[in-house]
């Protein structure tokens, strides 16, 4: 009888690595995707994409829109609009989602947009009234 030698085994394999996380709202409660967002540590449009959902999940939750359009403002002026704009959507008296709109309007260039958003703050008077002003 002749002895067989058993095929080589396939050479290790490292698993892939596990994709990015993304937000998955399905079956998620809004503080299930907030403490996500919170948690999440990876590049910046992740996190944008994750907090957006939770936006989409708790369109009224203006105070955290206000938080992160200051937080990314300078830095991302574009996504910062976009924030400010569901905050004040959420709030209209949210003076300092208008000011956020207003600066983030302004480091764009956006003269018009500017403006709509700084009359309304100006027009809510206040402490964000007066850092609106300071941005003419």
């Known amino acids: 009888s ?9 050479p290790p394999t490292e698993p892939a690595p596990a994709p990015p996380p ?17 948690a999440y540590h990876g590049p910046y449009a992740g996190m944008m994409t994750a907090y957006n959902a939770y936006f989409d999940a708790a369109p009224n939750d203006w105070q955290t829109m206000n938080s992160l359009a200051e937080r ?8 910062a609009e976009s924030v400010a704009r569901r905050a004040v959507t959420a709030n209209p008296n949210n003076a300092r989602g208008w000011f956020l ?6 480091v764009q260039g956006n003269r018009a947009g500017f403006r709509e958003a700084h ?3 100006i027009a809510l008077g206040g402490q964000w009234a007066a850092e609106c002003r300071a941005l003419e």
């Open 2 to 10: 002749t002895a067989t030698t058993p095929p080589p085994a396939p």
């Open 22 to 38: 993304t937000a998955n709202p399905t079956g998620q409660t809004p503080a299930q995707l907030l403490a996500a967002v919170r």
């Open 72 to 79: 990314i403002a300078e830095a991302h002026p574009a996504d």
């Open 101 to 106: 709109l207003a600066f983030s309007r302004k």
């Open 119 to 121: 009359g309304r703050c």
